[in-house]
């Protein structure tokens, strides 16, 4: 293969020689020939033979000087602004050399034939190094009109300007860019590389029937979520798939291309911006600071851990009893952050001994407690593992924070635990009780963050719907109705940080996460995104609440009313009052209760969290 090529490339580089060689002296005799108005018998003799006989070295000096420029090494299938300078600069030198030549040998020419014969050179040359590359883009273009897609660009901004140049230029993408949207009416009716702006966004599908497109890319990297949100609102009525760009720092390093584009995820359908904080400044208390993570390899946890060792910390612990998950992470942490200093232990947080070692060994300053059981229908198959793991797990962990003397002790809950109707939500009501309770009781600052739903982590709805609509369909939704908070991974986790910073002990932090989102709709977007229509190519069927699932979540119990931070988006919900002592009785029930394998244990969790009411079958 690579001898084939050689060959080849010694073929173009002879041809290109010969060429040079004829294309010297053409532009030479040519240029005499302008310069006596068209008519060869007016040229006077002694300039004719002086052209003639100093041709053998004008064509050497010519071709010296073109290798040294790099003319016969370039790759003229990619030909750009680099190789039109050099190409100008090499035929200017060599029309000044061979000037010189000329004076010192005494060869008279016209004083206008050295102005001529360089812009004939450089005409010629230009036509044979980019010939090949306008032959080409019109065969391409030709191959992909008969069997290419038909694609529409929204933005008509940079972004945009480079993956048409990236489209144009490749022979592995058969696309043809058919029309480009942009709302600036200064941009309307305009031309990028060819490509007619024909309008704004409500010409969007207009211009989708006229030239038949099959996909749409989406190049406003900069914009707002909600901008994004309104054109992908337009773009779902059409049948064309969508595809975005993930972000503007790829304009900024210049990575934009089409390898860059990205399928419209449902994230961009919730119509806001991410949530951020300043984590530089709410940082600033890990750093230093030996921190431990419970069930870090989750979902929620592996990302505490990335965010965490970017911040220095003197020592990450990161504890889970799933040894795949925490093998993934440590592989992660140790390339991104090869100079961490991270333990990484399997461990139950059920083993009283196995935490209390691991504290008084490590001596954490901070905790953030994200071990848990989390898939609700099977909490309600297994409630005894809910309460163990979940309940007993936290009550282990907070102790022996408090016992070794842990700073802060963050705790992981859920939307769930507010008037739960499954075992999960009120094992994580409990679990809130539990660090209330402790925080009144010891140094340590104990809180909990309560979420909604978390796009893209273990079990989320998101990544199910995708595989049911790789696979042909049906999309599964257990009810119409049903509606869900959401939120991404990295918003959650910047919650858990800012609630660490703001914590003062006792709190219970809440996310406005904006409108509920219909699960229903999240399907239909889902699968008019990826290119297919609503139950003709692809079926969605309903298949019943599960057990423990309810319609509707909530992110805040009546009873618990609300408190501003400095961040308008996150709130503190006031702490109920109960009995402790009550309390402690009622989980020692518990506790033995599951330890004998208690078939019924919903009648004790529901003395302990009166707002449970279990959705019964």
Sequence with gaps: ????????????????????????????????????????????????ESVCSFLPFTIIITLLTFALFRLYNSLWAFAGVNEMQNIVAACGIAVVCNGVGMVLFQKPVPRSYPFMFVCLLIAFTFASRFSYRFFRGLKRKSMKQKAGTNVMIIGAGEAANLIIRDIVGSRYTHMQIKCIIDDDPNKQGRYIQGIKVVGGREKIKQFVDAFAIDEIFIAMPSVSKAVISEIIEICKDTTCKLRTLPGVYQLVNGEVNVSQLKDVDVEDLLGRDPITV??????????????????????????????????????????????????????????????????????????????????EEYRPDIVYHAAAHKHVPLMEDSPNEAIKNNVFGTWKTAQAAAFYGAKKFVLISTDKAVNPTNIMGASKRICEMIIQIFNKHYDTEFVAVRFGNVLGSNGSVIPLFKRQIEAGGPVTVTHPDIIRYFMTIPEAVSLVLQAGAYAKGGEIFVLDMGEPVRILDLAKNLIRLSGYKVDEDIKIEFTGLRPGEKLYEELLMEEEGLQETENKLIHIGRPIEFDEAEFFQQLNNLNQATKEECMDIKGMIKEIVPTYTPNEE
């Excluded at 001898?3 to 010297?24: C, E, G, H, P, Q």
């Excluded at 532009?27 to 007016?42: G, K, M, P, S, T």
């Excluded at 600071?289 to 946890?301: D, E, W």
């Excluded at 009893?321 to 090869?338: R, T, V, W």
């Design 1 to 48: 293969m690579k001898k084939t090529i050689n060959i080849a490339l010694l073929y173009r580089r002879i041809f290109l020689v010969i060429y040079d060689t004829i294309a010297v002296a053409a532009a030479a005799i040519i240029a005499l020939v302008i310069r006596y108005e068209f008519v060869y018998a007016n040229i006077e003799k002694k300039f004719l």
């Design 278 to 359: 300043d984590l530089e400044s709410i940082l600033g208390y890990v750093q230093e600071r030996c921190v431990l993570v419970t069930g870090g390899g989750g979902s929620i946890g592996s990302e505490l851990c990335r965010q965490i060792a970017a911040h220095k910390p003197s020592r990450l612990i990161i504890v889970d009893i799933y040894e795949n998950n925490a093998y993934d992470i440590q592989q992660e942490l140790k390339h991104n952050f090869p100079k961490l200093n991270m333990v990484v232990l399997i461990a139950s947080v059920r083993n009283t001994r196995r935490m209390n070692w691991i504290f």
